[in-house]
């Protein structure tokens, strides 16, 4: 189960990930080019212009829950007892 929200997470993330990438291009090439280079820059851009930016933000915000969710419900051999 946690595996399963893993990689739907990780899809969902993607989809508003890349999502907003496009509006950081379609709004110009140098938010564009920071938003894919710069860490940050695409937060920035997305709190600038939350008006367009809000649905994908929201929609990788929702991914980035599932992504947490699933890593919490993942087996985790490395906490197993020792033989």
Known sequence: M???LLILGV???LVGGIWL??????ESIWWGLGSLLIPLVGLIFAIMHWAQC?????IA???LV?????SAM???PEL???Q
């Open 74 to 76: 993942s087996p985790q």
């Open 66 to 70: 599932l992504i947490i969710a699933g």
């Open 2 to 4: 946690g595996t399963m």
């Open 61 to 63: 915000l929702a991914g």
């Open 80 to 82: 197993a007892m020792p």
């Open 21 to 26: 990438l496009v509006k950081a291009f379609q």
């Open 11 to 13: 899809a969902i993330y």
């Open 54 to 58: 809000k649905k994908p933000f929201l």
